[in-house]
DNA sequence: GGCTTATCAACAATCGTTGTTGATTAGCAG
DNA sequence: CTGCTAATCAACAACGATTGTTGATAAGCC
């Protein structure tokens, strides 16, 4: 991802105006790999100004990923997880806890001829599910 | 997945009662391949069944599930999809109207040596986007 | 037919997320 | 620095998908 100042720029070339709010949520991204949920980033972003809405987070989340800076991922876990790397890559998902990790691997993947259906495939993801070393621990006691 | 008859008879061997809406159900997903919503399935049985509830759709889905006759999909496409082919299979998803249809083949993909982040992992999920044919087609006209 | 308990339909509640609104403030001109 | 205007803010309500609750009903078994 862009770093603080490149987004700040970014914003205010198109217009839009780039808050305090904002700017915290651009450093809570940058450099962050562990696939925040709105949720988690907001708790994050309460801690340094409580009268911050979660509102706020949602509309920055989308702003930023309508002009492709981060990418939000739905994994099934309940709620959406945003991904501030953009770059082609695949995920570990933890089916206890929704914990999500980046893989980067060029599986080269692609759908056998003639097994389309009618569908012009335009990206492949690879989703592999698991349990994650913390949920593992968890698991040798009750089950 | 099994047969309406195995299921109704799965159903009572673990002490489970084989009400009409859950027969109609059973009849609704056995052979279908078109990975169908609750919602969907639930205007199915209204047709039949014009008292059935949502709440009955949803919990003998969740039943099922359990049972691992059917497969719950999430392909963040806003609800949840219902896989009765449990086998090990890949994905087609319209990022435009969510639907999903089955691909079968073997990828033969596992996470490289080293790289699972703590992770153990039970399968790998292809999942591919793009458009299908009935969106494709919208697209050429406004888009 | 009668008993017991799972299931039913209706309804309210939950969760993640988005729409609405009036007040505030960033960005910019003077 | 002051003032203007539109973008953004926080608060709140609303939304869609799903799950919890409840009193009435009916499946399974005698």
């Known amino acids: 991802m862009k770093t ?16 305090p ?34 509102r706020t987070v949602y509309q920055t989340l989308s702003d930023l990923e309508s002009m492709g800076e981060i990418q939000q991922l739905d994994m099934g876990t309940g709620s959406s997880r945003f991904d501030p790397n953009t770059d082609v890559h ?4 933890c089916e206890r806890c929704g914990k999500v990790r980046d893989l980067y691997a060029d599986f080269a993947i692609s759908v056998p001829r003639g097994r389309a259906q009618g569908f012009t495939v335009k990206n492949a993801e690879v989703v592999f599910r698991g349990l994650c070393d913390t949920c593992k621990q968890g698991d040798e006691h009750h089950g």
């Open 4 to 19: 603080p100042a490149e987004l700040t720029e970014l914003f205010r070339t198109r217009g839009f105006k780039v808050t």
């Open 21 to 54: 709010q904002r700017q915290m949520l651009f450093r809570l991204l940058h450099g962050n790999d562990v696939h925040p949920t709105a949720e988690s980033l907001y708790a994050a972003a309460s801690a340094e100004m409580p009268t911050i809405s979660l």
């Open 90 to 93: 695949h995920h570990l998902v």
